[in-house]
Every structure is written in structure tokens, then in C-alpha cells.
């Protein structure tokens, strides 16, 4: 089983960055996909970006690309999301998740496609 806490949110102002973490325990956490998702309020989950297992691929929401990077240490079981000039509309809850295919080319742009998320983290972006 993987458990996956995520770390790093905040409140920040429009244009600032942050970074969040995504640690989680587990043996096959390496062997899997990563993905982030956000919530705002009243609004469903969304997907933001997600990485193949070994780091060799990623994707993002057209709403992020190019502000946005997701990369990941096995050795250290954790993924990272760069923020860059945020703005108010990426205020949301982030969450982490771990896909469900082992040493899988798939990374999922679905909730469907994960089942161990994390708690999630609060990023405000003020304008």
C-alpha cells in the first residue's frame, strides 16, 4: 500500500511561484505514475499534470502548460510540481496520486486512473 503526503502550499500573490511535494512510502510508488490534481470550490477535480514512472514523460492541463513542471526522485519516492507565475484562478486544494498500472507507458488525465491519493495541500494565489 502507498500512503503520499503532499507539502508546500500557501498563500501567495499573482506572478510568485511555489513548489510542492508529493512523499510517499510504499515499494512500487517508483514503479507507478504520478499525478496532480486540484479542486476549487464548488468546482470538480481537475487534472493538472502527471509523470511516467521513470521521469521520461510528462503532461499538463492546457491551463498550465508552460508555467508548470512536474519531476520526480525514486530514490528519494518524490514527485515535485513547480509553480510559476501563478495566478488567482490556480487556487485550488492540489492533490497527489498514485496510478494504479505498474512499469506502465499509460499516465492518466483521469481520477480513474489512481488510487492512492494524498490529504492535498491548499495553494491561494491572491491578486
Known amino acids: 500500500q502507498v500512503q503520499v503526503v503532499e507539502s508546500g502550499g500557501g498563500l501567495v500573490q499573482a506572478g510568485e511561484s511555489l513548489r510542492l511535494s508529493c512523499a510517499a512510502s510504499?515499494?512500487?510508488?517508483?514503479?507507478?505514475?504520478v499525478g496532480w490534481f486540484r479542486q476549487a470550490p464548488g468546482k470538480e477535480r481537475e487534472f493538472v499534470a502527471v509523470?511516467?514512472?521513470?521521469?521520461?514523460?510528462?503532461d499538463f492541463a492546457d491551463s498550465v502548460k508552460d508555467r508548470f513542471t512536474i519531476s520526480r526522485d525514486n530514490v528519494k519516492n518524490t514527485v515535485w510540481l513547480e509553480m510559476s507565475s501563478l495566478k488567482p484562478e490556480d487556487t485550488a486544494v492540489y492533490y497527489c496520486?498514485?496510478?494504479?498500472?505498474?512499469?506502465?507507458?499509460?499516465?492518466?488525465?483521469?481520477?480513474?486512473?489512481?488510487?492512492?491519493w494524498g490529504q492535498g495541500t491548499q495553494v491561494t494565489v491572491s491578486s
Open positions: 510504499g515499494a512500487t510508488f517508483s514503479s507507478r505514475a
Open positions: 509523470i511516467n514512472w521513470i521521469g521520461s514523460a510528462m
Open positions: 496520486a498514485v496510478g494504479t498500472l505498474l512499469f506502465s507507458s499509460v499516465m492518466p488525465v483521469r481520477p480513474e486512473g489512481y488510487n492512492n
